[in-house]
Nanobody, 125 residues
């Protein structure tokens, strides 16, 4: 059974950067799409970005387009989310998950599985 561990969160100032990692164990994710999601206190979980199995297709929420970059290293069973120009509204717990829809992934559809414990990102003003 696949297990997911998200790391890389922390407390940063406005405009700074963070790189999140999601490491998978118990199997390979080389054939599925990977998505990043976030949940702020009192809000519903929202999709941030997703990437196809080979990384050639990516999709972003409007709120992070141009600031965040998703990538993956299938040999390392790891996905990344590079977050630049962070804003207070990016504060949330960030999660990764996988989806069988490939290559044209979407962060707006149900069916993602494998949520980890998440990693906290806090952007201080």
């Amino acid at each position: 059974q696949l297990q997911f561990v998200e790391t890389g969160g922390g407390l940063v100032q406005i405009g700074e950067s963070l790189r999140l990692s999601c490491t998978f164990s118990g199997g390979t994710v080389a054939y599925v799409s990977i998505g990043w999601f976030r949940q702020a206190p009192g809000k519903e979980r929202e999709g941030v970005s997703c990437t196809s199995s080979n990384g050639s297709y990516t999709n972003y929420a409007d709120s992070v387009e141009g600031r965040f970059t998703i990538s993956r290293d299938n040999a390392r069973n790891t996905a990344y989310l590079q977050m630049n120009s962070l804003k207070p509204e990016d504060t949330a717990v960030y999660y990764c998950a996988v989806h069988s829809r490939d290559p044209y992934c979407s962060i707006l559809i149900p069916g993602y599985v494998g949520w980890g414990q998440g990693t906290q990102v806090t952007v201080s003003s």
